[in-house]
């Protein structure tokens, strides 16, 4: 489904519309579609195009670890490209990014951003829909009617919560079992 009938179904037009900083959109696509290059980009795009945007005041939210480590190494290694690339090659890669020509403002912020969010305190803030959630229950425990100092169950207490769980289950099971059957006297 296109995103505006106006444009073709071609994939590239689609996710340049999506990563539009100054567009609001939401991205759900599947696998391999480049959901990842769209975020990516517009991440990109909000740090050249605002220069008084600071990297940290910028959340990411992504559904897996992995996505949110692909984008940090992409952002990353297109920040590093920037700063050593030449002004041809730099130009063309955020007149890409931008959709038109980049102002001297932009390719100097492009030269700077990786320096900039090297520098920033936290880095980047790219977290799974889990980590933000998890962040949020860490800062108001009490709103969320939880204790302050809660932990989070890993995978191993989980399973042996569970196991714990079936053999309080069959250990009543097997007691009910054992014990006699009250029988009701017929009216």
């Known amino acids: 489904m296109s995103l505006d009938p106006h444009i073709s179904d071609d994939p ?6 999506a990563a539009d900083p100054e567009a ?17 980009d517009r991440v990109l795009g909000l740090l050249v195009t605002a220069p008084e945007l600071e990297p940290q005041k910028i959340l990411c939210i992504t559904f897996t670890r992995a996505a949110a480590a692909e984008m940090e190494t992409r952002i990353a290694d297109r920040l590093g490209r920037w700063a ?12 890409d990014l931008l959709g038109a020509e980049p102002t001297p403002r932009q390719m100097d912020r492009a030269r700077h951003l990786f320096a900039l969010v090297l520098d920033t305190p936290g880095g980047m803030n ?12 860490r800062r108001f425990p009490l709103e969320a009617n939880i204790a302050p100092h809660f932990a989070l169950l890993d995978e ?3 399973a042996e919560m569970l196991l714990d769980a079936e053999d309080d289950l069959l250990r009543l099971a097997r007691s009910d079992a054992a014990a006699p059957i009250a029988r009701r006297s017929p009216i």
Do not use: P, Y
């Open 12 to 17: 590239n037009a689609q996710q340049r519309l």
């Open 24 to 40: 609001s959109v939401w991205v759900s696509a599947s696998a391999g579609t480049g959901k990842t290059k769209v975020l990516t």
């Open 84 to 95: 050593m690339d030449d002004d041809a090659a730099l130009t063309e890669e955020l007149e």
């Open 126 to 137: 790219i977290q799974t829909s889990h980590a933000f959630c998890q962040s949020l229950l």
């Open 156 to 158: 191993r207490d989980a």
